[in-house]
């Protein structure tokens, strides 16, 4: 059997609406609203979605550093808490994260082996002659050179600065990695190298990794398994491949029509999304993506859809139910793949 090493249940994070400084709640932003999924150790699970679905509050809920609204992070079998985790130091030696911009997530005014070797020290894992070993090791193991130790971040590039902070991210021995937009703001070229670059660290290491991207052509060549966010809501689960070869949702079906691959046309008017994402008004009880599906009835707009198994997928839509596909197949059409080609 699989071993867990991470499980979310039920997961929400609700943050209060106010207009001014001092006035009065009015309604809830829902920013993660009862997400559940597990990952098993030695394996990723790729989080996509545009930017305002969740994303980053979901890993900032892992790390702690904000309190959940409701439900539960159980790592290793163990709920994650600070009543649980009193000693915050060995929690992050166990989980770490790499951000989005390398360069402001740096300290510009030490050199890299003095940032290295501060963490190492902090968390007694070596110092001295032994610590400058064991920094130069971890530089070759990133795909930089030793005699780097000495430098600052603004003497490397974009791809080298997170080189760095992957190299930051492994010295603490880490068992779990959140890998947060780790890629989005760098060269594509660049991109697949990083990308690489993980999976061999994973390989080595036995690393799990969550790894979060508002694109899935990034998530497509790491991702064991898939979950798509939409408003703070898991709408689509599933393996890598069935993601890729039979998306359900049309959420997902959208955004791997953005998706620019050799042989596919990108058509524009069939698969575009319309309209920016917006959170819905608090009494709403339809889906969060009626106002921007292009293959919604009626019943989308007063019922809210939950998260269902289909052939393998778990999809939070009524088109993929059994009993409406009938009804709204001969209007709207099958939902699947050969729409985003």
């Known amino acids: 059997m699989p071993e867990i090493i ?15 400084l001092f ?22 699970l790729g989080l996509v979605g545009e930017s305002g679905c969740g994303k980053s509050t979901l890993a900032r ?21 600070k009543d649980n985790f009193p000693d915050f130091k060995l929690l992050r030696k166990k989980i770490q994260i790499i951000f989005q911009d390398p360069y402001s997530s740096l300290n510009p005014q030490i050199s890299v082996g003095k940032m290295l070797s501060e963490i190492l020290k902090y968390h007694n894992i070596s110092e ?14 990133v795909g930089l050179k030793k005699e780097d130790i000495n430098k600052y971040p603004h003497e490397f590039s974009g791809g080298q600065r997170q080189r760095i902070c992957i190299a930051r991210a492994l010295s603490v021995e ?52 898939i979950c798509i966010m939409y ?10 491949k069935s993601i890729f070869d039979s998306p359900k949702h049309p959420y997902t079906i959208s955004l791997l029509s953005s998706v620019l691959e050799p042989g596919r046309k990108k058509d524009k008017k069939k698969n575009s999304i319309k309209g920016d994402i917006t959170f819905p008004a ?33 999809v939070r839509c009524l088109l993929c139910k059994e009993s ?18």
């Open 324 to 341: 409406y596909q009938e009804k709204n197949n001969s209007i709207k059409g099958d939902v699947n793949i050969k729409n985003a080609k």
């Open 282 to 314: 608090d009494d709403f009880k339809g889906c969060d993506f009626f106002p921007r599906c292009k293959q919604s009835f009626g019943d989308c707009e007063v019922s809210e859809p939950q998260l269902d198994s289909n052939d393998g997928h778990l």
């Open 231 to 240: 408003l703070g809501k898991i709408v689509e689960m599933a393996d890598s």
């Open 23 to 44: 006035s009065k709640t009015k309604g809830m932003l829902k920013a993660v609203d009862g997400v559940n999924f597990k990952i098993e150790a030695g394996r990723t």
């Open 61 to 81: 809920l892992i790390l702690l550093l904000l309190e959940p609204t409701e439900g539960k992070i159980i790592y290793r079998g163990k709920e994650l808490s």
């Open 6 to 20: 991470l499980e979310v249940q039920n997961l929400k994070k609700f943050f209060p609406k106010k207009k001014g």
């Open 174 to 225: 880490p068992e779990f990695i959140i890998c947060d937009e780790p890629v989005s703001a760098l060269d594509v070229s660049i991109q697949a190298q990083i990308i690489n670059l993980l999976i061999d660290l994973q390989r080595d290491y036995n690393l799990t990794y969550l790894f979060i991207s508002h694109d899935l052509s990034v998530v497509k060549h790491i991702s064991d398994n």
């Open 128 to 141: 001295g002659d032994a610590s400058k070993k064991r920094i130069s090791e971890l530089l070759e193991k």
